[in-house]
């Protein structure tokens, strides 16, 4: 039988941090609990896929780590970006009716712009996963005049497309709320519905993409 988990029941609030994810592993390794969020005003060294520099910004967005312990299948790790994606999507357009689409493996787009991505980061021991830790970062109250300048043409943040400025406490309940709905349902029901739903709003699907092993520039941006 499954337990039915409650992610965000202890949440690590920090002002600044090298990246939510590291300060998550950190925690993992006190001995935090499975379900332990990580949330940092501001990040120093923040990091998206194939070793991307994500900007972060003091006061801005919405940086926050989630880590998950055992039991975790190899069908469950494999689906949890989908998972974050669609935690991420569904929260952002119930907090502020904006519609929301995902990019393979790991955007947030508005308006063909990156708003926010997804890192999962796990840690073995021996053939199995020990840890998973999710990271999701969103730009949330971030002017496009105030990103750096490789950005501004490609990257947006909530605020941006929204016209006014939203709660980031708001948008992180939201996203908490459903992720922990989610992953209930991912763990009951396995890996195909979840599926259905991230392709709802998939740019890529039946698409050729361009897959490279390294790419230069923000991850905060889209990169095609």
Same mark, same amino acid.
């Given at each position: 039988?499954?337990?039915?988990?409650?992610?965000?029941?202890?949440?690590?609030?920090?002002?600044?941090?090298?990246?939510?994810?590291?300060?998550?592993?950190?925690?993992?390794?006190?001995?935090?609990?499975?379900?332990?969020?990580?949330?940092?005003?501001?990040?120093?060294?923040?990091?998206?896929?194939?070793?991307?520099?994500?900007?972060?910004?003091?006061?801005?967005?919405?940086?926050?780590?989630?880590?998950?312990?055992?039991?975790?299948?190899?069908?469950?790790?494999?689906?949890?970006?989908?998972?974050?994606?669609?935690?991420?999507?569904?929260?952002?357009?119930?907090?502020?009716?904006?519609?929301?689409?995902?990019?393979?493996?790991?955007?947030?787009?508005?308006?063909?712009?990156?708003?926010?991505?997804?890192?999962?980061?796990?840690?073995?021991?021996?053939?199995?996963?020990?840890?998973?830790?999710?990271?999701?970062?969103?730009?949330?109250?971030?002017?496009?005049?105030?990103?750096?300048?490789?950005?501004?043409?490609?990257?947006?943040?909530?605020? @941006?497309? $929204?016209?006014?400025?939203? %709660? #980031? !406490?708001? +948008?992180?309940?939201?996203? *908490?709320?459903?992720?922990?709905?989610?992953?209930?349902?991912?763990?009951?029901?396995?890996? @195909?519905? $979840?599926?259905?739903?991230? %392709? #709802? !709003?998939? +740019?890529?699907?039946?698409? *050729?993409?361009?897959?490279?092993?390294?790419?230069?520039?923000?991850?905060?941006?889209?990169?095609?």
């Amino acid at each position: 039988m499954l337990t039915r988990h409650r992610i965000g029941a202890r949440i690590d609030r920090h002002r600044q941090v090298d990246s939510t994810n590291t300060a998550a592993f950190d925690a993992a390794a006190a001995g935090a609990p499975d379900g332990t969020v990580v949330v940092a005003d501001a990040q120093r060294a923040g990091r998206g896929r194939l070793g991307r520099v994500w900007a972060s910004p003091a006061g801005r967005n919405l940086y926050c780590s989630i880590l998950l312990r055992p039991p975790l299948t190899a069908v469950t790790v494999a689906a949890l970006p989908f998972l974050a994606a669609v935690a991420a999507r569904d929260a952002i357009q119930a907090a502020t009716g904006l519609t929301v689409k995902t990019k393979w493996p790991n955007d947030l787009i508005i308006h063909n712009r990156k708003v926010g991505g997804i890192l999962v980061e796990t840690r073995r021991a021996g053939a199995q996963t020990a840890l998973a830790v999710v990271g999701i970062g969103i730009n949330v109250n971030w002017p496009r005049r105030s990103m750096p300048a490789p950005l501004q043409p490609i990257a947006t943040s909530v605020q @941006a497309e $929204l016209g006014q400025p939203v %709660s #980031r !406490s708001r +948008l992180l309940t939201a996203l *908490l709320t459903r992720f922990n709905q989610d992953y209930d349902r991912l763990r009951r029901d396995g890996a @195909a519905p $979840l599926m259905k739903r991230w %392709s #709802r !709003s998939s +740019l890529t699907l039946r698409q *050729l993409v361009d897959v490279k092993r390294r790419a230069v520039g923000g991850a905060n941006a889209v990169r095609h």
